[in-house]
């Protein structure tokens, strides 16, 4: 009597379908502007692993779809009614209910800083090109910091305008860091990526992060910005 392959282990091929299944990036847009809130919503959709989950016109909006949708990242503005961008970020981040990336236009610099100091992860241009965006949504979503370089450099030249409140941190503190560190830390002030970094220093992308994450530890300093406006004050 013949008798029939098992199914299961002869012949066997994992379904295609299961295999093509991944997470979609969930995403909050806030803007008091609903053609702004329409273009980024027509860039987010174009994305084959991300979504739309809601839209807010104000802060305030922003802080209670993001306590009921916990999206996985919020695309912020600043200048809003009811409660603008900087204090909404504050809420969301304190809270941990979503990692948040500002567009902003460069109206009013101090809203820069204040998002900065909020806990913001990512900064960008409203002006940035769709495939910049989906990149830093991506980005941001997988726990890495994303700083357009000009508003790095609009966030530096305003912390070296004389009179502008920055936060400032004890010199002393550089003693704590190691050789490398501080070799880490110089290039953080040239506004250099991980990768770039590890180009010039000759270690890899990995430990980069690594250094990074130490020195931003050991001078209390909460992101890659501060790091570059700390350098440019202890050197000015």
Known sequence: MSVSPDPVTHGFEPNAANESIKRRITVLLVDDHAAIRLGMRMVVDTAED??????????????????????????????????????????????????VLVLTTFDHDSYLFGALRAGAVGFLLKSAQPAAITDAICSVDAGRQVISPEVTARIVAAALTPGHETDRHPRSELETLTMREREVFEALGDGLSNYSIGRQLGISEATVKTHVSRVLAKLGLESRVQAALFQHRRQN
């Not at 922003?62 to 909404?88: F, I, S």
């Open 50 to 99: 991300m979504e739309v989950v809601g839209e807010a016109a104000d802060g305030a909006s922003a802080v209670g779809m993001a306590r009921a949708l916990e999206p996985d990242v919020v695309l912020m503005d600043l200048r809003m009614p009811v409660l603008d961008g900087v204090e909404a970020t504050k809420v969301i981040c304190a809270e941990g209910l979503s990692k």
